[in-house]
């Protein structure tokens, strides 16, 4: 009977420890399973960092990008990375993965890689890009180049909704759902709060401008007699650019822009001399804070010690080197070699001289003298290969003709077309 006992007590202790280790097991591959899990949908990336769903992971990987391409392009952020997180599904999709194409953008003239991947025909050719952000900027440059989606850059940054509406009207998608699709990415995922977060880093900006305009002693000077564009809501490069039947490097250029980037209330010359020049569209600070403010310009007439006169120009609002120099028959350089000034800074009051001492060299051949000269005013359009071609000339003929160093031109500029005749 007490070994009957004992048998039956040995046997209940090996069951209880069996039940043991098999709770103990099944609770670790219930852990490994979760784990696996989280990270099939985007879970400890980027070190410790956790996400709940691939989506958020998507959106911080490339919220900096989207935030980029809205300042320099007026695309809303929040459009953008909705549009990302659609087309590419979070950035699972294989295009994305494989080709970091993020918005299915084919390869029509594309000279870049390709991949080919089954859509609305069976392998169609797709761009592939070394880096996500290149496909951020293909789609900003996609949106921005095509006149069918121009409507769009007349709404507010914060409209998101009526970009969303827009884009299906437009023709980017046939799907009836599609705007409802993004708006509700944006508003489930705050991704408004980006566009909120670039207007006001841009309201921030030019509320810094205009303090410093307001700043005592302080002048924009506003070219005289140039047709100028100041900068709203909304505006891009491109944009005004298109307005004034320019390109965007013409506009950049124009300006002394060395990017896309604009702040509101920046004044563009859209129309005038290019290169150094619009510089003077900035802000100047004068030498001394109790500079007068005349508002005509003023000539002046001295004697100088070997008894010749000597004409002086007081700078007015709206004067530049430029305009100053045209008034009185020199050029920019001149100008500046008269007076030893470095760069086209100019400010209120300031007095210039404008007639050359016997020391002053005379113009060069950048500012051709058109006497018994064939030349060419340059207009809108011209290029120096079209200059050249025009009047049976090379490029470098051409530039040698002017002292040309480099293929700037500027609206208005004189260009010799055919050198004096060796008789």
Not at 17 to 27: E, I, L, R
Not at 306 to 311: I, L, P, R, S, V
Request: hydrophobic content about 30%; some cysteine; aromatic content about 6%.
């Amino acid at each position: 009977m007490n070994r009957l006992l004992l048998l039956l007590c040995l046997s209940l202790a090996v069951f209880s420890c069996k039940s043991k280790q098999a709770a103990v097991t099944k609770g670790s591959n219930s852990s490994s399973s979760s784990k696996q899990v989280e990270s099939r949908t985007g879970g400890a990336t980027n070190g410790s960092k956790i996400y709940a769903n691939s989506t958020e992971r998507y959106i911080d990987l490339h919220r900096v990008t989207a935030k980029d391409e809205m300042r320099l392009y007026g695309i809303p952020a929040s459009i953008t990375l909705a549009q990302g997180i659609l087309e590419s599904g979070s950035g699972q999709a294989r295009l994305a993965l494989e080709a970091n194409n993020h918005f299915g953008i084919k390869c029509h003239d594309w000279k870049g890689g390709k991949i080919y991947h089954d859509d609305d025909k069976k392998q169609e050719c797709f761009r592939k890009y070394a880096d996500a952000k290149y496909s951020f900027r293909d789609h900003s440059l996609f949106l921005t180049e095509r006149d069918r989606y121009s409507k769009l850059f007349k709404l507010h940054q914060k409209d998101y909704t009526g970009w969303a509406r827009g884009l299906r009207a437009a023709g980017y998608a046939t799907d009836k759902k599609y705007p409802q699709k993004l708006i509700s990415l944006i508003e489930r995922y705050r991704l408004y709060e980006l566009d909120e977060e670039v207007l006001a880093e841009k309201a921030e900006n030019s509320k810094n401008v205009a303090s410093t305009a307001g700043a005592s002693g302080t002048q924009i000077l506003i070219p005289g007699n140039r047709k100028v564009h100041t900068v709203s809501k909304g505006d891009t490069q491109y944009s005004i650019s298109k307005k004034y039947n320019l390109t965007v490097k013409e506009l950049q250029d124009l300006n002394g822009l060395k990017n896309t980037t604009l702040y509101l209330g920046q004044v563009l010359l859209i129309e005038g001399v290019a290169g150094s020049e619009s510089s003077e569209l900035g802000l100047t600070k004068p030498k001394s804070s109790n500079v007068p403010t005349p508002r005509t310009s003023t000539v002046t007439t001295t004697s100088t010690s070997g008894g010749a006169n000597k004409k002086v120009h007081k700078v007015v609002k709206g004067d530049t080197q430029y305009s100053i120099s045209k008034k009185y028959g020199l050029t920019v350089k001149e100008l500046q070699s008269i007076n030893g000034l470095k760069d086209t800074t100019l400010y209120l009051g300031q007095e210039l001289s404008v007639v050359a001492s016997p020391s002053v060299a005379k113009p060069t051949s950048t500012t051709p003298i058109t006497t018994n000269k064939k030349v060419h005013k340059v207009v809108k359009g011209d290029t120096q290969y079209s200059i050249s071609k025009k009047y049976g000339l090379t490029v470098k003929e051409l530039q040698s003709l002017n002292g040309l160093k480099d293929t700037s031109l500027f609206i208005g500029q004189v260009l010799v077309v055919k050198p004096l005749s060796k008789n």
